[in-house]
């Protein structure tokens, strides 16, 4: 702008110098004005032209070159700064194209680099997430640790060890002569002795011991539990000093749990028959894991409740949280109650005195029990169904009665003999289901248990037999209901618990044509033959000890159906880091119903002796924390 009013003043200047000029000029020659009106006077003579005034145009013209050169080298300074500005503004428009190029440019890595810097904060805030969720999860295991119990850190190993101490009593109306695990299938009938006297018993065997093993090497989870208690009885155990019962195993097992679902499972633990909580998998002995047992002081449980801890192999697979599959092959073992039958047959031994209890029998199982089962989590719910087979041998002896068949070469002398024996096997088992649900935000809890089969008895609480004989000594097996009913409150401190069960053992019986010295006579279990109508009369101790009643005489009793009513609670004084201490009391009726039997006279199934028992427990526990 300065540029074009300089050039625009220099022209104007320009343009007045040469007005004046031409003026000038004009002034030197001026033309004599032409008047056509009237004559006038001549004009004075001009005065003239003197060296003087020619030195001074001169001196004029002179000075006006000079300016006008003046102008020109301005208007050329003014050209070259004009060019020059052109050259600066065309530098500076290169210079500013060139510094927007350089902006954009800038801009861009400024954009990914605020991309960059983004990602780089989301992945920091991810990291942060992550740390936190890591720590917050860290940090919960921590508390659960530290407020459940004590983890010890060993070479990669997490041992966590646990248990209680228990000051437990119970007392019954009628005697049994047991602690606080109740012999459900031994409730005395109404002629015995000890159905007159009541018993209170004060015990601590119940306190366990535990202690819980895990670790992680790649994809696989390892872990380890091992429980006992003291709820049994070595030779020199007494209860009127020192009170020196024995440590008993409860649980010893390994696992290995796969990422993909799978698990294997093997030692002593609860039975795959045992009801589980969720899915499929063990369960402690302290109530903390995947525990579905009545919550009873009664360490015999409850009457109806199917369970076993016995060695066994399992193999699992989970199919997300929904549904899971298990086989198991598990220590087999049977239980017998006959009656009348001769001495044909052969199940097993007393117990090896290096390793089992020589007053126990043991049954020579052929094979395994085996066991499936499928649970399903559908979300509203915990349901279960499993199969048992399981198979009995024994050995028989045919010549014992029948020794005057061709078949034991036609003895003509009474001796028996051991010709011609063999092993003879039969197949049992059954099919059971469980049904769980939660309501009142997991507070309530009802269930539903059932199992039925041949040759399962033992499996349940009651301890009902397997097997009876038959007349030829081979086994016969006999059919076993078992159900419980399930309902509980879970509350912050207290818990309640109600529980009705029963056990069936159907009547399994044979006719022994050999029998009775050739006058034949019924054999097995459950009899209207076998005579019950002793067992409403009271006999006098076998011998002065005052520690042996006698067993009423012409009772045969063999149990129908045995049925319990359990009601009880516990309630948690404290529960925090320095472990829990609860107080918990237990009622229970108890009835023992028999097959009906002969009276005196031999009519059949007159008879029906009934035995009962009510039962009060009490426990004061501390739980390690």
Known sequence: MKLTKHLFLTVLALAVLSAGAWAQTSTLAPSAPKKKHKPVAAAPAQPAITAADVEALKDGLAAQQQQIQQLTQQLQQAQQNWQQAQAAAADAANKAAAAQTQAAAAQTQTSQEQQTVGELKGDMAELKTGAALALQESQQTFNKAMESSVTLHFKGINITPGGYAAAEFVRRSRALGADVSTPFNSLTMPGAS???????????????????????????????????????????????????????????WGQAKFDNGWKFLGGQMWSLVTENAVGIAPADDLGKTNDARPKTIDASYNVGFSFARQYGVRLTKDFGDKVSVAFAMENAQGTLTTHNNADNFLLGEAGASNSYNTGGTYTANPSPDLIAK??????????????????????????????????????????????????????????????????????VAFGLHGFG????????????????????????????????????????????????????????????????????????YGSPTFNNYGCYTELLPAVNTGFTPTSPANCTGDTRAVIEGTAGFW???????????????????????????????????????????????????????
């Open 194 to 252: 000890q159905s007159s006297l009541s018993e209170f018993f004060g015990s601590a065997r119940q306190s366990k011991a535990s202690v819980f093993f895990e670790g992680r090497v790649k994809n696989v989870d390892l872990s380890s539990y091992v429980s006992g208690d003291f709820l049994s009885a070595g030779v020199t155990s007494t209860a009127t000093s020192t009170n020196s019962y024995t440590f008993r195993l409860r649980q010893a």
């Open 571 to 625: 309630y948690s004084f404290y529960q925090g880091p320095k472990g829990r201490f609860r107080f918990g009391t237990q009622y229970s009726y108890l009835t023992r119903q028999t097959w009906s039997g002969a009276n005196s006279a031999g009519t059949a199934g007159i008879l029906s002796p009934e035995g009962l028992d009510n039962m009060v427990f009490t426990s004061f526990r501390y739980y390690l924390p």
């Open 374 to 443: 499928v649970a399903f989590d559908p979300g509203f719910g915990h349901y279960e169904v499993f199969g048992l087979v399981d198979r009995f041998t024994d050995r028989i002896f045919p010549c014992v009665e029948n020794f005057a068949s061709a078949a034991c070469g036609s003895l003509t002398a009474a001796p028996a003999s051991a010709v011609n024996v063999f092993n003879a096997s039969k197949e049992g088992g059954g099919f059971g289901a469980n049904a769980r649900w939660t309501f009142a935000n997991k507070h």
């Open 453 to 524: 089969g041949s040759g399962i008895g033992r499996y349940g609480a009651a301890q009902l037999s397997d097997l009876a004989i038959h007349a030829d000594g081979t086994i016969h097996l006999i059919k076993d209901l078992q159900g419980l009913t399930t309902l509980e409150y879970h509350g912050k401190k207290l818990d309640v618990y109600a529980y009705t069960g029963a056990e069936y053992a159907a009547r399994t019986y044979d006719f022994d044509p050999l029998g009775n010295k050739g006058k034949g006579q019924y054999v097995g």
